[in-house]
């Protein structure tokens, strides 16, 4: 009997203790051999961001949505690239962004998450992105309004 009762609290104490661990789930290696994040916005500080150069890309105006749109970095093909949104008028309940051509041949689509008063996204570049290759931008509003756009982007 004296052996449960020290085995009991010990085992309890390790099965406790197991959720302690600093480390994060990360899913396996994709195709690309790289692992995929659990969130995108895990792992990285969101203060300053910490994606490098911040550059202004301009502003853009879709169903009364005026973004202005800044560059994280570089975009490089095959790479992670990330923007910020500052809003005015329309607030839009969904942001859609990918890299590359108008019709997202060989893009990922992704979704920029509120952050602050504005939205914040990463984007996966093509691995073959054309020197002439933009920022799509589809906005929609509460009412089930899209609209898309492009803006040059900064390689």
Same mark, same amino acid.
């Given at each position: 009997?004296?052996?449960?009762?020290?085995?009991?609290?010990?085992?309890? !104490?390790?099965?406790?203790?197991?959720?302690?661990?600093?480390?994060?789930?990360?899913? %396996?290696?994709?195709?690309?051999?790289?692992? $995929?994040? %659990?969130? #995108?916005?895990?792992?990285? #500080?969101? #203060?300053?961001?910490?994606?490098?150069?911040?550059?202004?890309?301009?502003? /853009?105006?879709?169903?009364?949505?005026?973004? $202005?749109?800044?560059?994280?970095?570089?975009? %490089?093909?095959?790479?992670?690239?990330?923007?910020?949104?500052?809003?005015?008028?329309?607030?839009?309940?969904? /942001?859609?962004?990918?890299?590359?051509?108008?019709?997202?041949?060989?893009?990922?689509? !992704?979704?920029?998450?509120?952050?602050?008063?504005?939205?914040?996204?990463?984007?996966?570049?093509?691995?073959?992105?054309? !020197?002439? %290759?933009?920022?799509?931008?589809?906005?929609?509003?509460?009412?089930?309004?899209?609209?898309?756009?492009?803006? !040059? /982007?900064?390689?």
């Amino acid at each position: 009997m004296r052996h449960h009762t020290i085995i009991l609290p010990l085992s309890l !104490a390790a099965l406790l203790c197991g959720g302690c661990s600093e480390s994060k789930n990360v899913p %396996a290696p994709q195709s690309g051999g790289t692992p $995929a994040a %659990a969130n #995108d916005h895990d792992g990285h #500080d969101h #203060d300053g961001h910490g994606h490098g150069k911040e550059e202004s890309l301009g502003t /853009i105006t879709l169903e009364g949505a005026t973004l $202005a749109v800044t560059q994280d970095g570089a975009v %490089a093909a095959g790479k992670e690239a990330s923007f910020d949104f500052t809003v005015t008028g329309a607030t839009p309940t969904a /942001i859609r962004v990918w890299l590359g051509a108008e019709d997202g041949s060989g893009s990922t689509k !992704a979704k920029a998450e509120k952050e602050g008063e504005g939205f914040h996204v990463h984007v996966d570049a093509p691995a073959s992105l054309a !020197a002439d %290759a933009k920022l799509w931008i589809e906005v929609e509003l509460a009412d089930g309004k899209k609209a898309t756009g492009s803006i !040059a /982007i900064h390689r």
